[in-house]
T-cell receptor, first 114, second 114 residues
Framework: DTGVSQDPRHKITKRGQNVTFRCDPI?????LYWYRQTLGQGPEFLTY????????KSRLLSDRFSAERPKGSFSTLEIQRTEQGDSAMYLC????????????FGDGTRLSIL | GNSVTQMEGPVTLSEEAFLTINCTYT??????LFWYVQYPGEGLQLLLK?????DKGSNKGFEATYRKETTSFHLEKGSVQVSDSAVYFC?????????????FGSGTRLSIRP
């Protein structure tokens, strides 16, 4: 059983650099979600896709953040001009379509800004 | 808006003790309720869920009952093990205002002493 896969697991970069994370969802799942989790807090929703369409974005997702899912399979999350406050764990999840479908999470990408 | 409040941690118990982690919610509509668990260095795993009032979710000896009258979804386990040490998140599923996002509580860290 292949779960949600995220790459890289850790990313350390200097302030001002751009970073890109990748998420591969469970293959039959057409919904994909991005969350951000800071230390000691629960995950906060950033955005979600149904197939290749980005259907909802949180106001947490500033204009430095962009997410894509070009072919409705894997997704990328890019952060431009990183800031100290971007340091967090970025979690990807996927689910089947439907209101009560559980979301399955990957192990996350931990971003540290120097 | 919708929100989840859960018991602050850390909670430290001895092995075989009884566990309760309190969770209450505020929501419009009739969301599903979830408990997720996060082991060190890993992403979130769905522990159990309940989709309507009076439903009881259960898994691995953990239980939680969806109580609409008290807007609660407390997590319980009769006899905890060292391997249960983790962070537990109560979460509110999508409602009509958002078809996608899960709203998480801030998490409760549980440590079990041998």
């Amino acid at each position: 059983d292949t779960g949600v896969s995220q790459d890289p697991r850790h990313k350390i970069t200097k302030r001002g650099q751009n970073v890109t994370f990748r998420c591969d969802p469970i293959s039959e799942h057409n919904r994909l979600y991005w969350y951000r989790q800071t230390l000691g807090q629960g995950p906060e929703f950033l955005t979600y896709f149904q197939n290749e369409a980005q259907l909802e974005k949180s106001r947490l997702l500033s204009d430095r953040f962009s997410a894509e899912r070009p072919k409705g399979s894997f997704s990328t999350l890019e952060i431009q001009r990183t800031e100290q406050g971007d340091s967090a764990m970025y979690l990807c999840a996927s689910s089947l379509e439907g209101f009560n479908q559980p979301q399955h999470f990957g192990d996350g990408t931990r971003l540290s800004i120097l | 808006g919708n929100s989840v409040t859960q018991m602050e941690g850390p909670v430290t118990l001895s092995e075989e003790a009884f566990l309760t982690i309190n969770c209450t919610y505020t929501a419009t509509g009739y969301p599903s309720l979830f408990w997720y668990v996060q082991y060190p260095g890993e992403g979130l795993q769905l522990l159990l869920k309940a989709t309507k009032a009076d439903d009881k979710g259960s898994n691995k000896g953990f239980e939680a009952t969806y109580r609409k009258e008290t807007t609660s979804f407390h997590l319980e386990k009769g006899s905890v093990q060292v391997s249960d040490s983790a962070v537990y998140f109560c979460a509110l599923g999508p409602t009509g205002s958002s078809a996608s996002k899960i709203i998480f509580g801030s998490g409760t860290r549980l440590s079990i002493r041998p």
